[in-house]
T-cell receptor, first 112, second 115 residues
Framework: GNSVTQMEGPVTLSEEAFLTINCTYT??????LFWYVQYPGEGLQLLLK?????DKGSNKGFEATYRKETTSFHLEKGSVQVSDSAVYFC???????????FGDGTTLTVKP | NAGVTQTPKFQVLKTGQSMTLQCAQD?????MYWYRQDPGMGLRLIYY???????DKGEVPNGYNVSRLNKREFSLRLESAAPSQTSVYFC??????????????FGPGTRLTVT
């Protein structure tokens, strides 16, 4: 079956620090990959995506590259802000079934 | 354009009580989903509906039923609530841009406590 493993949290960084949140996956077939972000008290919203190998998704200074050879989709940001404090979810889409599998989420706290 | 709306936002039930969680979307999406979110366990799919008139079980369907009332609305029913169903419930909808791109849009969630 499909599964997504995320780096365990919580992660606490100082403002302007470099962020990496690791994500690896196991999938039958050839999935698409997504990062979602959940701010306190809200639902998830799409942060970025990559639908084929070697694609780089990017948004709001965040980036992630679809690495099929290492089955990974690590999230990075060069300089985090306090407003980036949230829970980040890595997800894969089983393109045959149209259903997604989510990781457990990683809580990021950025301190001024 | 409200996106995905859910009611209620909060609910407390006693064991054995029943209730229905409501979800509606105004984006004309074909697919709708119900997830539950528990600490340290990410989101788990309860049921989904690929199109109006169809529903299928997800990863954790036991204790739940769903109804796709029309294209806009997808409700989740707990017939006899149990403490193990204490969770945050999210409804989502999506429309495939192509076979490899199904961005999901989530509602704000319903926090349910069963005592």
């Amino acid at each position: 079956g499909n599964s997504v493993t995320q780096m365990e949290g919580p992660v606490t960084l100082s403002e302007e620090a470099f962020l990496t949140i690791n994500c690896t996956y196991t999938a039958t077939g050839y999935p698409s990959l997504f990062w979602y972000v959940q701010y306190p008290g809200e639902g998830l919203q799409l942060l970025l995506k990559a639908t084929k190998a070697d694609d780089k998704g990017s948004n709001k200074g965040f980036e992630a590259t679809y690495r099929k050879e290492t089955t990974s989709f690590h999230l990075e940001k060069g300089s985090v802000q306090v407003s980036d404090s949230a829970v980040y979810f890595c997800a894969l889409l089983n393109t045959n079934a149209g259903k997604s599998t989510f990781g457990d989420g990683t809580t990021l706290t950025v301190k001024p | 354009n409200a996106g995905v709306t859910q009611t209620p936002k909060f609910q407390v039930l006693k064991t054995g009580q029943s209730m229905t969680l409501q979800c509606a979307q105004d984006m004309n999406h074909n697919s709708m989903y119900w997830y539950r979110q528990d600490p340290g366990m990410g989101l788990r799919l309860i049921y989904y509906s690929a199109s109006e008139g169809t529903t299928d079980k997800g990863e954790v369907p036991n204790g739940y039923n769903v109804s796709r009332l029309n294209k806009r609305e997808f409700s989740l029913r707990l017939e006899s609530a149990a403490p193990s169903q204490t969770s945050v419930y999210f409804c989502a909808s999506s429309e495939a841009k192509n076979r490899r791109d199904y961005e999901q849009y989530f509602g704000p969630g319903t926090r349910l406590t069963v005592t």
